[in-house]
Each structure stands twice: as C-alpha cells, then as structure tokens.
C-alpha cells in the first residue's frame, strides 16, 4: 500500500484536553515534533466538529503530517483531511471509502482475532488493535488483548499495524517490540503537564 505510519499515533479527544482547545493542543504537538494527529470529537456537534478539523487539517499539512478524523468520513473529505478511521460500530470501510477522494486512507479498530482477519481482506491502508492494556477512555472498553496477542496479529497482516489502548510512555517500547509499526496515545499524552515535553519524550523513546 505504500502508506508509512509515523511510530507515535497521538489522538486529540476534547474531552481530555482539559482546559486547552484542541487546536491549540495540535499546535503544540505539531511543535513537538508529532506528525500524525488524530481529532476524536464523539461528543461534538457536526458544524463545530468541521470548524476544528478544518483548522487543524490547516496545520498538520503546513508541517508536512497526516490528519486523520475519527468516525466521520464526510468530515474528512470536506476539511481536508488525509483520511477517516473507523471502529466496528461506523460505516465498514468500503463504504467509508467511497464517501472519500482518491489517495485519502482509511484506517480500523479491531479488537479481535476474527476482526483483524475480517480488517485485513478490506482495503484498509492500516488497522488498530486492541486495547494492548486497561484504558479509562472508552465508555465500553473491549477485553484487554496484551502484548502475545498483538505479537500473533502481527503475523496475521501485512498491513501496518496501531496498537491502541492504555499504552504510556513507559510501555509504548515494548509495543513496537512486540510488532506494532505505531502506537496509539491519548491519556499519556494530554493529561501531561506539560503536553509538548511529553510528546517529545514519546517520539524518543519509539526511535
């Protein structure tokens, strides 16, 4: 597929961003150095979701990143955006693709053996799986799947490969060891203190 993932997946979800707006939160991890950003805004209402993701779009692509919006294919085609991702409760991704131009991505979550199966025979340009360890920021979350797992799932696709769910900057190296190409973070990244040191010690310590 040709689509080279960055190492660090970091997802903006307003409702973690405590007081800073996620603009103003991609900004300072587009300083850190970060350059795949995802916005999750499963609260946000379509026209100020489409206002965010524009702007945001905007500054990703100014520093040469890839944008992606989570859920809402439309969304992404009309701000700009480099791609949709979609979970097992959204549109499947053929129907996802056909929403998109020509050249946008489309990435899935799994959570399961018969998921990633299922994901791989898609045109998927990349799947998530997991949650690799216990998360707080999923209502619903899916049983924890551990790092053996993700190691048979690495085998199973030759698509590049997100691991997401519960990963810090204390596990995320033994995830990529484990066979991840790019590791997905929310919590460990946007409830730092200081959110662009914490990106950058991320982006250090996956290489």
């Known amino acids: 597929m040709g ?97 998109l131009r020509e050249g946008q991505r489309v990435g899935v979550s799994t959570h399961n053996h018969q998921q990633l199966v299922e994901a791989e025979a898609t045109s998927a340009d990349y799947i998530a799986f997991g949650p690799i360890f216990p998360t707080g920021t999923k209502e619903r979350p899916d049983p924890v799947v551990g790092l053996e797992r993700l190691r048979e799932m690495r085998a199973l696709t030759g698509k590049p490969l997100v691991a997401i769910g519960g990963i810090t900057l204390a596990t995320a190296p033994s995830v990529i060891e484990a066979g991840a190409d790019s590791v997905a973070v929310i919590h460990d990244l946007l409830a730092a203190e200081d959110i662009g040191a914490q990106a950058r010690k991320f982006l250090q310590a996956l290489g």
């Open 3 to 99: 689509f080279r993932i960055p190492r660090l997946y970091a997802i903006i979800e307003p409702t973690q961003t405590r007081e800073l707006a996620p603009v103003t939160v991609a900004e300072i991890l587009l300083s850190a150095g970060v350059r795949l950003i995802q916005y999750r805004g499963k609260t946000d209402a379509s026209r100020h979701m489409f206002d965010v993701c524009s702007v945001i779009a905007e500054r990703v692509h100014q520093a040469g990143g890839i944008f992606i919006v989570n859920d809402r294919p439309d969304l992404a085609l009309l701000t700009g955006a480099d791609g949709v991702h979609v979970g097992q409760e959204d549109l499947p991704v053929e129907l996802a693709r056909r929403v």
